[in-house]
């Protein structure tokens, strides 16, 4: 099974969640400051990037785990709900 990684930048307070392996893509900003990573080879989900993270959940820590519903980002397409 694929590992899932979260890296947090305190200096630039953003929020990185990668997953699977590592791979080449790009990124598509889907609300102001949350960016999708999409692989180049599979058009799928691979990570998303999110800005000014401590200022969107108004905590100094996150609980672990956590789940994030794209559901509400892409409503007609429930394929790119990840869990």
Do not use: C, W
Not at 48 to 53: A, G, L
């Amino acid at each position: 099974m694929p590992e899932n990684k979260i890296r947090y930048d305190d200096e630039h307070d953003v929020m990185y969640v990668f997953f699977g392996r590592p791979q080449m893509g790009s990124e598509e900003e889907v609300a102001p400051g949350i960016y999708l990573r999409i692989s180049d080879e599979t058009e799928e989900i691979i990570g998303i990037v999110i800005t000014d993270f401590k200022s969107r959940t108004k905590k100094d820590y996150l609980a672990l785990p956590f789940s994030i519903d794209l559901t509400s980002i892409f409503p007609e397409n429930n394929s790119k709900h990840i869990q």
